[in-house]
């Protein structure tokens, strides 16, 4: 049938250890598909992630509710099974669950996972979560995905946890059949880490031919080199929001878009940055990190919020920061 294929990864994921490896390999099928939702050009967008450890369900849900009411862009949790940076003896909820129930109490905003640790779920699992939570949310998905990094939870939980090159490419081929499994009515896939065998995927998502996708890391090796093909949203951090810094990893990535034949204006490169607080003091500091980072390439700033959630925080910076840069123009 024409809408079947298979496809070998072995040979491919052996020599993926160099970006040349990645743009030059014959008949590889990463190009990305036309049809993916894409934000306006130019605009700035501004998100919110609430981390969900030492916290409370109804905590997070009235963040969320009160993010759509003022105009964020996007609303984020993360993935995680043990508090990170914190004790990890306390609660911590799991992401995905809850990123259907709080799609579920949102009406505007854009979801989703920041970001997805791979080792956690089968592609194909991960894939039917994200088809359903699309659906949940009326077509406002963001698939974030990552190759997963706290070693702590995969001991704990008895999760297989690699090197960290051995992730990355893990997270390649669960790209791979992520993407698939989104554009075909039924897939056969024998990779080095996952394999599919005539596998149905129904419904499809809302969203065609799947979710935006994001894509978070810095592996300039493999990772960046997979955001330049696949995501329509790269997500990055530099230390203390240095604009300096932003600006070499930003023009950085753009040589990788285009070694590998993408434009780099089609990714939107993602950061964030957090305040603890709300005063002037704090307004005013966001202000001048976010100019620098927006002056480096950044298109969408999301803003870090810390159990016990300070509510003062999230209007602060929808009502002294957001309008400042929503008209801000794309780099020429």
């Given at each position: 049938m024409a809408e079947e294929r298979r496809i070998s990864?072995?040979?491919?994921?052996?020599?993926?250890?160099?970006?040349?490896?990645?743009?030059?390999?014959?008949?590889?099928?990463?190009?990305?598909?036309?049809?993916?939702?894409?934000?306006?050009?130019?605009?700035?967008?501004?998100?919110?992630?609430?981390?969900?450890?030492?916290?409370?369900?109804?905590?997070?849900?009235?963040?969320?509710?009160?993010?759509?009411?003022?105009?964020?862009?996007?609303?984020?949790?993360?993935?995680?099974?043990?508090?990170?940076?914190?004790?990890?003896?306390?609660?911590?909820?799991?992401?995905?669950?809850?990123?259907?129930?709080?799609?579920?109490?949102?009406?505007?905003?854009?979801?989703?996972?920041?970001?997805?640790?791979?080792?956690?779920?089968?592609?194909?699992?991960?894939a039917k979560m994200a088809a359903t939570v699309d659906h949940v949310s009326h077509g406002r998905l963001i698939l974030g995905l990552g190759a997963g990094w706290f070693e702590l939870e995969h001991t704990a939980y008895g999760i297989p946890f690699s090197t960290a090159g051995g992730r990355a490419r893990q997270l390649v081929e669960a790209v791979e059949v992520i993407t698939m499994l989104f554009k075909q009515r039924r897939s056969t896939f024998t990779g080095k880490y996952y394999r599919l065998q005539d596998a149905p995927f129904e419904p499809k998502g809302i969203q065609r031919p799947y979710p935006p996708i994001l894509i978070g890391g810095m592996g300039p090796k493999v990772i960046q080199p997979l955001a330049a093909r696949y995501a329509d949203i790269w997500h990055f951090f530099v230390r203390g929001g240095a604009a300096e810094e932003a600006r070499r990893v930003c023009a950085n990535f753009d040589g990788i878009c285009r070694t590998v034949g993408r434009d780099p204006a089609a990714v939107e490169k993602s950061t964030s940055v957090r305040a603890d607080a709300w005063n002037g003091e704090a307004g005013a500091a966001l202000r001048t990190e976010i100019r620098g980072l927006v002056d480096a390439g950044v298109r969408h700033v999301i803003l870090g919020l810390r159990a016990p959630f300070d509510l003062a925080v999230l209007r602060g910076f929808a009502r002294e920061v957001i309008p400042e840069f929503r008209q801000v123009p794309a780099p020429g």
């Amino acid at each position: 049938m024409a809408e079947e294929r298979r496809i070998s990864r072995r040979s491919f994921v052996k020599g993926l250890g160099a970006l040349a490896a990645v743009a030059s390999t014959p008949g590889f099928p990463w190009p990305r598909p036309a049809g993916a939702a894409q934000p306006a050009a130019g605009r700035i967008r501004f998100g919110v992630q609430t981390a969900p450890q030492h916290t409370t369900y109804d905590a997070i849900e009235a963040v969320w509710t009160e993010a759509d009411a003022l105009g964020y862009d996007s609303a984020f949790v993360f993935d995680h099974f043990i508090p990170i940076l914190s004790d990890p003896s306390g609660p911590c909820l799991e992401g995905w669950t809850l990123l259907s129930a709080l799609a579920a109490k949102t009406q505007r905003v854009q979801v989703g996972v920041l970001v997805t640790g791979n080792t956690y779920r089968y592609p194909a699992v991960l894939a039917k979560m994200a088809a359903t939570v699309d659906h949940v949310s009326h077509g406002r998905l963001i698939l974030g995905l990552g190759a997963g990094w706290f070693e702590l939870e995969h001991t704990a939980y008895g999760i297989p946890f690699s090197t960290a090159g051995g992730r990355a490419r893990q997270l390649v081929e669960a790209v791979e059949v992520i993407t698939m499994l989104f554009k075909q009515r039924r897939s056969t896939f024998t990779g080095k880490y996952y394999r599919l065998q005539d596998a149905p995927f129904e419904p499809k998502g809302i969203q065609r031919p799947y979710p935006p996708i994001l894509i978070g890391g810095m592996g300039p090796k493999v990772i960046q080199p997979l955001a330049a093909r696949y995501a329509d949203i790269w997500h990055f951090f530099v230390r203390g929001g240095a604009a300096e810094e932003a600006r070499r990893v930003c023009a950085n990535f753009d040589g990788i878009c285009r070694t590998v034949g993408r434009d780099p204006a089609a990714v939107e490169k993602s950061t964030s940055v957090r305040a603890d607080a709300w005063n002037g003091e704090a307004g005013a500091a966001l202000r001048t990190e976010i100019r620098g980072l927006v002056d480096a390439g950044v298109r969408h700033v999301i803003l870090g919020l810390r159990a016990p959630f300070d509510l003062a925080v999230l209007r602060g910076f929808a009502r002294e920061v957001i309008p400042e840069f929503r008209q801000v123009p794309a780099p020429g």
